[in-house]
């Protein structure tokens, strides 16, 4: 069993930036991979990024440029920092662990409860 947590959402302007952070519990050895996901009003969840345990990162092409994942030295907490944010980005955002084989990303069963990021003027 695989526990994690977001943080680091909230209230942002067009153009603003916030590191959104997915701290993981239990049984951590099992990550292969963590991918950031996100649900916008009447939308899909959609994968946003994903980081390989071998540190190599996938981006939807909407995040390409504008959003970085990584992790901490400790492999446990895993951010997502995004800049140049845009209405558009506005979501609950969501990490879940999960498998990455080169550039695709499969979703795992462990997933935390989100955090809500809006972005407006």
């Known amino acids: 069993q695989v526990q994690l947590v977001e943080s680091g959402g909230?209230?942002?302007?067009?153009?603003?930036?916030?590191?959104?952070?997915c701290a993981a519990s239990g049984d951590i050895s099992s990550i292969n991979a963590m991918g950031w996901y996100r649900q916008g009003p009447g939308k899909q969840r959609e994968l946003v990024a994903a980081l390989g345990s071998d540190g190599t990162t996938t981006y939807a092409d909407s995040a390409k440029g504008r959003f970085t994942v990584f992790r901490d030295n400790t492999g446990n907490t895993v951010y997502l920092q995004m800049n140049s944010l845009k209405p558009e980005d506005t979501a609950v955002y969501y990490c879940n662990s999960g498998v990455k084989i080169g550039?695709?990303?499969?979703?795992?069963?462990?997933?935390?409860?989100?955090?809500?990021?809006t972005v407006s003027s």
């Open 10 to 21: 909230g209230l942002v302007q067009p153009g603003g930036s916030l590191r959104l952070s």
């Open 103 to 117: 550039t695709l990303y499969t979703e795992g069963d462990f997933w935390g409860l989100g955090t809500q990021v």
